[in-house]
C-alpha cells in the first residue's frame, strides 16, 4: 500500500496503525439562580469601583469557608462570567494562578478580577494575600490577561489592592 506523506509517497507493509489523541474542548455552563434577589449580579455587568464589587459580594460573609472566586472580564471590563476558583478553610484558600487562568483563557478573558472574603471580618490582607497577588499579577502580564483589583470583603468593610496601591 502506498501512503502520502509530508516527504512524498512511501510504501507501507501492513495494517494502518490507529492513533488517538486527547482534545480539550471549552464547555461553558450557565447556572440559573432561583431565588427573591431583585439586583443579583448579570452578565455584562461592569464595575466601575471596588466599592460596588465589595457591595455585590457582601453575600460571601455568610459563608464559614474563605471562597477565592474571579470574575472574567472582556476588553470593556464587562463580566463574562464568574469562576469559583477556591474553597478553603477558615482562615485560607490556596491558589494558584494555573489554576485561576485556566477558565480566565477558556473564557477569551481580556482581564480579570480577583474577589475573596475573610469569614473573621477584618480585610486586611496577609502576607499571603499580598504574595498571591503578586504572582497573580506577573502571571496574567505574561499570558496576557490583565489583573484589574483583587478586592477582600470583610464585615461591612473591604479592602482594594488598587486603592491601597498593592496592586
Known amino acids: 500500500m502506498t501512503i502520502d506523506t509530508l ?3 512511501e510504501e507501507h507493509v501492513g495494517k494502518p496503525r490507529t492513533i488517538r489523541f486527547k482534545q480539550i474542548k471549552a464547555i461553558y455552563e450557565t447556572l440559573t439562580v432561583k431565588e427573591d434577589i431583585a439586583n443579583y449580579l448579570k452578565t455584562g455587568t461592569r ?3 471596588p466599592q460596588q464589587v465589595a457591595d455585590t459580594f457582601q453575600f ?8 477565592f472566586l474571579t470574575l472574567h472580564l472582556d476588553g470593556k471590563n464587562k463580566i463574562i462570567c464568574c469562576d469559583l476558583v477556591s474553597i478553603g478553610s477558615l482562615n485560607q484558600s490556596i491558589v494558584h494562578p494555573r489554576e485561576t487562568f485556566k477558565t480566565a483563557l477558556l473564557s477569551n478573558a481580556a482581564a480579570i478580577l480577583c474577589i475573596h472574603q475573610h469569614p473573621t471580618g477584618d480585610p486586611t490582607p496577609s502576607a499571603e494575600d499580598i504574595a498571591i497577588t503578586r504572582r497573580l499579577k506577573e502571571a496574567g502580564e505574561i499570558i496576557g490577561v490583565k489583573l484589574i483589583d483583587h478586592v477582600i470583603i470583610g464585615d461591612g468593610a473591604y479592602l482594594s489592592f488598587v486603592e491601597r496601591g498593592l496592586l
Open 7 to 9: 516527504f512524498g509517497p
Open 47 to 49: 464595575f466601575t469601583a
Open 60 to 67: 460571601l460573609m455568610k459563608e464559614t469557608k474563605e471562597m
